[in-house]
């Protein structure tokens, strides 16, 4: 989930509020490695793209017993602290359940005046 500002004469980026983003995997190569396959061609990495604005607030679930995209493949293409393990959740369950309560953190902590 991506929030943007009002202000349309920004540029997209400089409107970004927060970033929200569930059992993704972020490293292509590392997440290519784990599944024992061959990287992907054509694709950027979004772990080798230089880093957001440090204004743009980040959250990045990942489930603890996801097989399909693991905790260390995700760790390795996201900023530690924005990093959040759901102990008990994998590639597919629990996530519609958490949702409210990423949308209420996400209002809560995002930098505001971005509009």
């Known amino acids: 989930m991506l929030a943007l500002g009002e202000d349309t004469n920004l540029p997209l980026l400089e409107r970004v509020r927060y970033l929200a ?9 590392a997440w290519a490695e784990h599944q024992r396959s061959a990287r ?11 880093p957001l604005p440090a204004s743009v607030y980040q959250r990045h679930y990942a489930g603890g017993r996801d097989r399909e995209v693991p ?13 959040v393990v759901m102990a008990d ?4 369950c629990c996530w519609t359940v ?15 005046g971005r509009d």
């Open 21 to 29: 983003i569930v059992a993704a995997n972020l490293d292509i190569d």
């Open 40 to 50: 992907l061609t054509g694709s950027l990495n979004p772990a080798r793209q230089p």
């Open 71 to 83: 905790v260390e493949v995700t760790r390795r293409g996201v900023p530690p602290s924005s990093l």
């Open 89 to 92: 959740y994998d590639h597919r």
């Open 98 to 112: 958490l949702w409210p309560a990423v949308l209420t953190e996400l209002e809560r902590e995002a930098p505001v």
